[in-house]
């Protein structure tokens, strides 16, 4: 099967909200899942990922803006007529059925044959690893074989498209990270376009081809899980993709690809913002926290600092440092039997300028 491509023109929804009164929860967003591609959205609670999701199923009509998979528009088309597949956060198996028959479902819904049934639900369960699980029941199997039955019973229609909405928050921590590899390894093999939903940022990257960051219903950024980390566009992307530092800077010099930032006493050349920044104006950088190097020699760095919290974690080291009223937050990776600082200690902070940012503040959508 050739796998399709989606698109979302300029999608808005509003909803009336009995304690928040009119709401926008889908603002504007236009995007293009292509053929064969996992997309998760990912963002904090509320920003508009399951409305958007369920405007692609067809559950939920847009106010404005068109839905089209496959070049075809199927903004008014029954969510049934969609070819698409669903997993949903809590399984909605039906708990009547034994597992066999929760695959079946779509199938027999279909108008499908006895023998085609068996052998496609067969041919699933074997798929996602519940091959003689026929006959048992949902409350006879675990969380993780539960959430596996609902991709089968997704999978097994031959959908084009496949959602998930946060398909592994019922999970416990090991459970999740073992189930989403499985579900990307399924979704490569098979190759059916994907977008999934998730407010774990870890998930998203660890499972996406692109990652759209939604807030407030808009799109903060599209890109891959390094675009989003070391190029992020807003203030808003920095610090919900991974920790990020924030400290003061003085703009000095631009030139077409730097500008020079002041920064604790030492001049860096950054990469140059895709915004306006006048000479001499204060700004604040953004910096990872394993971009600043620590040395045990004050003298040693472009900047001291003083340690004020260590936390040890085994491959790495996490400190908060002091300088003067900036807190900051690194992180090192020292080698076996030593090196690992002190508190209270007074340290060299060395930085590259090309791992410093400038963002838009705020939002910054
Ligand atoms: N049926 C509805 N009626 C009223 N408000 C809704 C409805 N569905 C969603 N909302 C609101 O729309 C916003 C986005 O919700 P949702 O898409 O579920 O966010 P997310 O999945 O990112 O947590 C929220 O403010 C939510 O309260
Ligand atoms: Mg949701």
């Known amino acids: 099967m050739e796998a399709v491509g989606i698109r979302l023109s300029s999608i808005t929804k509003t909803f009336l909200h009995r304690v928040k009164g009119r709401i926008t929860a889908v603002d504007d967003v236009s995007l293009a899942v292509e053929p ?42 029954m969510a049934n007529r969609r070819d698409i ?14 597992i066999f028959e929760n695959v079946a479902y779509g199938l027999k819904v279909h108008g499908r044959g006895k023998k085609e049934i068996e052998k496609a639900v067969g041919e699933v369960l074997e798929l996602v690893g519940l091959s003689g699980y026929e006959h048992q029941f949902p409350h006879q199997i675990s969380g993780g074989e539960q959430q596996r039955v609902a991709l089968a019973r997704a999978i097994v229609i031959k959908p084009k498209v496949l959602l998930f909405d946060e398909p592994l928050s019922n999970l416990d921590a090991k459970l999740r990270v073992h189930t989403r590899g499985e579900i990307r390894s399924l979704q490569s093999r098979l190759k059916i376009t994907s977008v999934y939903v998730t407010h774990d940022q870890e998930e998203a990257m660890a499972i996406s081809d692109r990652i759209v960051v939604m807030d407030h219903g808009a799109i903060a950024q599209i890109g891959t899980a390094e675009d989003l980390y070391f190029s992020p566009r807003s203030e808003f992307v920095a610090r919900f993709i991974g920790k990020v530092n924030t400290v003061p800077a003085r703009a000095g010099r631009s030139r077409e690809k730097e500008i020079e930032l002041e920064i604790f006493g030492h001049t860096y050349a950054a990469p140059a913002p895709d915004h306006e920044v006048g000479r001499d104006e204060d700004v604040r950088a953004f910096i990872r926290p394993e971009f600043l190097e620590l040395s045990s020699e004050p003298a040693d760095g472009h900047f001291d600092a003083v340690i004020t919290e260590r936390t040890f974690l085994g491959e790495k080291v996490e400190y908060g440092l002091e300088v003067g009223d900036t807190s900051l937050t690194v992180v090192a990776h020292p080698q076996s039997g030593g090196g690992v600082l002190s508190l209270k200690q007074r340290v060299g902070v060395r930085l590259h300028g090309e791992n410093i940012r400038l963002l838009q503040e705020g939002d910054g959508a």
């Open 36 to 77: 064969g591609e996992l997309l998760t959205i990912l963002g904090p609670s509320g920003c508009g990922k399951t409305t958007t999701l369920r405007i692609i199923a067809g559950f939920e009509q847009p106010d404005a803006g068109r839905v089209g998979i496959a070049g075809r528009d199927v903004t008014d088309l």
């Open 85 to 98: 597949g669903f997993v949903f956060q809590n399984y909605a198996l039906f708990p009547h059925l034994s």
